[in-house]
T-cell receptor, first 115, second 113 residues
Framework: GQNIDQPTEMTATEGAIVQINCTYQ??????LFWYQQHAGEAPTFLSY????GLEEKGRFSSFLSRSKGYSYLLLKELQMKDSASYLC????????????????FGAGTRLAVHP | DSGVTQTPKHLITATGQRVTLRCSPR?????VYWYQQSLDQGLQFLIQ???????AKGNILERFSAQQFPDLHSELNLSSLELGDSALYFC????????????FGQGTRLTVV
């Protein structure tokens, strides 16, 4: 089966740094994505990791360890507008999902940023 | 704006009815994905089409079906609707078979009463 775990909720202070963890157990792995979703809106792409290590993109960084089935999203210099859900998603490799890549999502982490 | 268009934005219907949700992918994208998101739930993968053919299936109920047309737009048909089918239904598209990120439409909010 496929299992993606994230904390349900987190809170942080404006200007601070927050790390959102994601662990996964999947049959086949071909990349990990992070999306941001404001309530009632479409998810928007934040980052993508397929190899181990850190990918930095402005205030957002994402880390992947394939051997540990672990990723985190790091948000720096938090702003109020960063209050949203953050979705970890794993792309299953084609051999394990009927021949074609499939993107499955965790339940998301709801982040509340306070002044 | 992701370039993915979904219609309608909102839909209210009664139990037992049938509805059709429509999705136009980004220009040039061949893959279309459908997801269901119930209140406070994660995105549940339903089905993927690539260039008109079904390519991957998730937890899609037998009462639900989808297709992708020659112009690459896709429709998700939901029949014999139940209260529990109330959710946000998202469509996403990508250029190929999942080698890049998927871009999401704004979703259709379905309310079954």
């Amino acid at each position: 089966g496929q299992n993606i775990d994230q904390p349900t909720e987190m809170t942080a202070t404006e200007g601070a740094i927050v790390q959102i963890n994601c662990t996964y157990q999947t049959s086949g792995f071909n990349g990990l994505f992070w999306y941001q979703q404001h309530a009632g809106e479409a998810p928007t792409f934040l980052s993508y990791n397929v190899l181990d290590g850190l990918e930095e993109k402005g205030r957002f960084s994402s880390f992947l360890s394939r051997s540990k089935g672990y990723s985190y999203l790091l948000l720096k210099e938090l702003q109020m507008k960063d209050s949203a859900s953050y979705l970890c998603a794993v792309r299953l490799s084609a051999g394990f999902s009927g021949g074609y890549n499939k993107l499955i999502f965790g339940a998301g982490t709801r982040l509340a940023v306070h002044p | 704006d992701s370039g993915v268009t979904q219609t309608p934005k909102h839909l209210i219907t009664a139990t037992g009815q049938r509805v059709t949700l429509r999705c136009s992918p980004r220009s040039g994208d061949l893959s279309v994905y459908w997801y269901q998101q119930s209140l406070d739930q994660g995105l549940q993968f339903l089905i993927q089409y690539y260039n008109g053919e079904e390519r991957a299936k998730g937890n899609i109920l037998e009462r639900f079906s989808a297709q992708q047309f020659p112009d690459l737009h896709s429709e998700l048909n939901l029949s014999s609707l139940e209260l529990g089918d109330s959710a946000l239904y998202f469509c996403a598209s990508s250029p190929g078979l999942g080698n890049t990120e998927a871009f999401f439409g704004q979703g259709t909010r379905l309310t079954v009463v």
